[in-house]
Each structure stands twice: as structure tokens, then as C-alpha cells.
């Protein structure tokens, strides 16, 4: 399950005590739940190609208008599992070029954004209550064949053409009406370089949280969606119960990217720092022991590790090109070598000043504590440094003070390296 710009602090079970989500709450009760999951690339179509892959964006090269290579999508999960004897399901958002229905048993998928109205003709819900549907008919169709089933959600990403931005279902308007949503935890927009102050983040807060009215309306849409979310993972669980497959089917629950709502002055998403990056991630397996159960881990898992994480779940090897680990082994609490750094990259838009979205070109890795950030497009290179122990909402740059030269000159280095072992 793939919700869409839903970010990592937007569940009861993260410690949100706003947003109505129980039913992934449960799951993270029953499941592991892991804090500090993020994306090597925010933008859709690289996420979600690297979600499939478990290969970084310089492997696969998917853009939004770009097509698969023919031998890298043989490789993604859906396929091998298909090859494997599983059933298998897409439905929702494709957004990787052409749609790949042939690729699936059973596919309702849409190339582009979509609309959260509209999708189906005579269908007058809303998008997630048909998708929902459509998971359904999926699991039915699949019959005792072992399934293996995508749902790419729009939600809650924002609907561009729609009236609403955040365009939830009718029936969860009442939700959240009585509440206040806290401001942004840091605005620190007047000390960003004038690069991001003028980028398309800035040009989409003023659309969206420019005023105390408009930040409450937008941020009560966007919860709106991902409890519809919620809703539909509560639907698809009973169903699964209902069918006698609740023992024996494994959920994962993500997103594609994270998403500002003000903080830094920003709206969207794409730069490097956390709320743009990092998303939730659960892993529910029925099979786990009472012990593993109810875990809380801490480790830094990406998105790239999802694809190895399926196939080995599913008893499936593993392509010796993936670049994610399998997490099975912190599921089941085992005794594991973990990565302790990684590398992110966002280059989309090109960087270009004056075109009409100016989003500028970054790169960097992240450790435990450090944050080493590099925007490509400068000349000379402009650097940021963050420490997220002391500095968790990343107001800090330590680049310029003379203290932190040797960690600055320790993350330059570690980022070469892991660069070259990300594109190679």
C-alpha cells in the first residue's frame, strides 16, 4: 500500500495526536513500525520506479514521461513474483510513463495525476472509496492463487485541477472541524538562501498556507485524505478476514514521498530536508512472534529497500543489481549489519532559475545525526550541514563555523563515496 506525499509524522501510531488513523495504528500494534524510513529521490515517478526496482534513480532513470527499460522492469518485484506463481494486482496511480496493464493479472491503473472524482463514469465517489473496491474484486479474482497486489492511492497528494486542493470525500467533513492545527513546527524562511526563497515551494505556500485561515483549511483537507486512507485499509484488512486470508497475507504500508506543510516557509516537497524525505513505513506479518510484534525500529530504511523486502518475503531471489536491503531481518528482530548512511539525489525541473517551476537541483547523504546537503546547480556548490541531534528542524547551517570543519570534511568524503556507489 502506497499512499502519495503522505509524510512520516501523520499517524496516531507516530505520535500525531490529531489525525484519525487506527486502523494503521493496529497494524503497527500488530506489525513493526519504523521511524525513519525515507526516500533516496522525493518526486513520484523516481520514488516510485525505485519502490518497484529497489535501484536508485540513476539505475532505473524513470521520470514522469520516461519509459521502463525493458530488461530493469523484468526485474521489479511484480514481475518475478508474476514469474514466481503469484497473482498479481495494480491499482491506481502508474505515473512512470506508459501504463503496464499486460505486466499484472489484474491492473486498474492511470498514467497521470488522476482526479479525486470523476476517475469512473457513473462512479461518483471518491477516488480511494473505488480503489478500495477495486482492491477487493483483485483479492476475490485471484482466488487460491497467492496474490501479490500493489494500491498506489492518490491520497493525499493534492488534487492540481480540482476546486479543493486537498479534494477528500464529503463524508469526512466534519472530521477534524473542531481542531487547531498547530503552525508549522519552524518557519525559518527568512534565513534560506534566495534559491529555495524563490523556488516553487515558496510559489505553492502562498497557494496554500499563506494565512492562518488557509493553513487550517489545507492541512484539515490533507488529514482528511489519509484518514480516507485509513478507511480503506480497514476495509481491505476485514475483507481479508472475511476470506479466511488474514493469517496469510503480509501488508506493507508507505508512501512515495514526504511533503511540507510551511515548515521552512515551503510547501510540496523535493529538497532535502526531513519533511520532505521521510515517510512512514509498516511492516505487518501475521507469521511474527509475540516478541517481534509491536516493534518500534530505528533504523534508517529507504524506499529502494521495499522490492528486496517483498521478494524475500515472498521466498523470491533476489537480483544481485538491487541496491536496498531486505528488511525481514529487523522485522524479525535478528541481529543484522544496518547501513548507518545514504545517498539522496533530486535533479527534476533541471535547476533552471527562470523556467516556470524552478525547483533547484540537489544532492547529499544523511547519516544518524548528520545531514550533508550539496545544491548542484550553484556556482561555487552551496553547501548545508546539519546537526539533527541539536538541531532536529534542520535552522542551522554549520557549513561556515570553523568547529564542525572536520565533520564537514568527514560527510564531503563519505558522500563521494556513497554517490559513487549509488550511480555506479
Not at 491520497?155 to 477528500?168: I, L, N, R, S, T
Not at 506493507?252 to 521521510?278: C, P, Q, V
Request: hydrophobic letters at 35%; proline letters at 5%; glycine letters at 8%.
Amino acid at each position: 500500500m502506497l499512499a502519495d506525499d503522505q509524510r512520516w509524522d501523520t499517524l496516531g501510531c507516530m505520535g500525531n495526536d490529531i489525525i484519525q488513523t487506527p486502523q494503521l495504528d493496529q497494524l503497527a500494534n500488530d506489525g513493526v513500525l519504523f521511524k525513519n524510513h525515507f526516500v533516496t529521490y522525493s518526486y513520484c515517478a523516481p520514488s516510485r520506479a525505485s519502490t518497484l526496482s529497489g535501484l536508485y534513480y540513476d539505475q532505473h532513470g524513470i521520470a514522469r514521461k520516461r519509459e521502463w527499460k525493458s530488461e530493469l522492469f523484468a526485474k521489479t518485484y511484480p514481475v518475478l513474483l508474476r514469474e514466481a506463481g503469484y497473482y498479481t494486482g495494480f491499482i491506481g496511480k502508474w505515473h512512470m510513463g506508459d501504463t503496464k496493464e499486460e505486466a499484472f493479472d489484474y491492473s486498474w491503473m492511470f498514467s497521470g495525476q488522476g482526479s479525486f472524482f470523476g476517475m469512473v463514469p457513473g462512479d461518483d465517489r471518491h477516488l480511494t472509496k473505488t480503489m478500495t473496491d477495486k482492491a477487493l474484486e483483485c483479492i476475490d479474482t485471484a482466488g487460491d492463487q497467492p496474490f501479490c497486489l500493489s494500491i498506489s492511492y492518490k491520497a493525499p497528494h493534492v488534487d492540481q485541477g480540482a476546486e479543493k486542493a486537498f479534494d477528500y470525500d464529503p463524508e469526512l467533513e466534519s472530521l477534524y472541524e473542531n481542531v487547531t492545527i498547530p503552525p508549522p513546527a519552524v518557519d525559518d524562511f527568512e534565513n534560506q538562501p534566495d534559491f529555495i526563497q524563490n523556488s516553487e515551494g515558496r510559489v505553492r505556500w502562498h497557494q496554500r498556507f499563506a494565512t492562518p485561515e488557509l493553513y487550517q483549511q489545507m492541512v484539515k483537507g490533507y488529514y482528511r485524505l489519509i484518514t480516507g486512507i485509513d478507511h480503506s485499509v480497514g476495509k481491505i484488512t476485514e475483507h481479508l478476514k472475511r476470506k479466511g486470508l488474514d493469517q496469510n497475507t503480509l501488508i506493507i504500508f508507505t508512501s512515495d514521498n514526504g511533503f511540507f506543510l510551511g515548515e521552512h516557509g515551503l510547501a510540496g516537497k523535493w529538497l532535502m530536508y526531513e519533511e520532505s524525505i521521510r515517510t512512514p513505513l509498516i511492516v505487518y506479518d501475521p507469521r511474527l512472534n509475540s516478541d517481534q510484534k509491536g516493534q518500534v525500529r530505528d533504523e534508517m530504511t529507504l524506499n529502494i529497500d521495499i522490492a528486496p523486502t517483498i521478494m524475500h518475503l515472498a521466498g523470491v531471489d533476489i537480483p544481485d543489481h538491487i541496491k536496498g536491503k531486505s528488511v525481514v531481518p529487523l522485522v524479525q528482530n535478528q541481529k543484522t549489519h544496518w547501513r548507518d548512511a545514504w545517498f539522496y539525489q533530486h535533479y527534476a525541473y533541471g535547476g533552471d532559475p527562470d523556467a516556470r517551476v524552478y525547483i533547484p537541483q540537489s544532492e547529499g547523504i544523511r547519516t544518524e545525526r548528520w545531514k550533508y546537503i550539496r545544491y548542484v546547480g550553484k556556482d561555487p556548490v552551496f553547501e548545508q550541514l546539519f546537526d539533527l541531534k541539536n538541531d532536529p528542524h534542520e535552522t542551522k547551517n554549520l557549513v561556515f563555523q570553523t568547529e564542525f570543519h572536520d565533520i564537514l570534511s568527514e560527510m564531503r568524503n563519505r558522500f563521494l563515496s556513497l554517490k559513487k556507489e549509488a550511480t555506479q
